[in-house]
């Protein structure tokens, strides 16, 4: 198995429904994999892409700092594998322990750990494609595209966290307090 570092591109919104994709650029032949992921798995990627950390850790930190105090920290993750559009990863530590992983799971814990991403050729060979550079929003054309950019929103959220407090969800009546419609 052949073994080939790329880079971490980012979480982008693809086709109309938005679905999130992780991409990672195979600079060599610059093409790309594109990895589709849940919601959940690409919120917390797109906050730490933003220096975002959050309060508590993630079980994805815990890994990380599990593996650090066991004394055999992540050393990289690799794509080992990919068979009809599912890939399959692991996390590797410096002692050569492989843990079998999510595609996601392991790009997480490549960011907190700070650790390359490698790939097997043969899944770059089987997987990887051309993007034209219209797949690419540059950040002056978002707003022309009519598209609101994720740190706007982020940020409407953080003023809306700001702006309340937990008696705004005490009710005290068991939901009693909640208007009813007329039959």
């Known amino acids: 198995m052949s073994l080939?570092?790329?880079?971490y591109m980012g979480v982008q919104l693809f086709g109309p429904e938005g679905d999130?994709?992780?991409l990672l650029h195979w600079q060599e032949k610059d093409k790309y994999l594109a990895l589709w992921i849940g919601a959940g798995e690409a919120s917390e990627l797109v906050?730490?892409?933003r220096g975002l950390v959050p309060d508590r850790p993630s079980a994805h930190d815990v890994m990380v700092d599990i593996l650090e105090q066991k004394s055999d920290p992540v050393d990289h993750i690799e794509l080992v594998s990919y068979h009809m559009g599912v890939f399959v990863a692991a996390i590797v530590t410096e002692s050569q322990l492989s843990i079998d992983a999510r595609p996601s799971d392991a790009l997480n814990v490549a960011q907190i750990a700070d650790v390359p991403i490698l790939v097997d050729e043969a899944v770059l060979d089987a997987a990887a494609i051309v993007l034209p550079d219209s797949f690419f929003v540059d950040e002056g054309e978002e707003e022309d595209a009519g598209l609101v950019r994720e740190d706007e929103r982020v940020d409407e959220f953080r003023k809306f966290l700001e702006s309340i407090d937990a008696e705004d969800f005490e009710s005290g009546s068991g939901g009693d307090d909640i208007p009813k419609e007329n039959p």
Do not use: A
């Open 47 to 49: 906050l730490r892409d």
């Open 20 to 22: 999130p994709v992780i």
């Open 4 to 7: 080939i570092e790329v880079e």
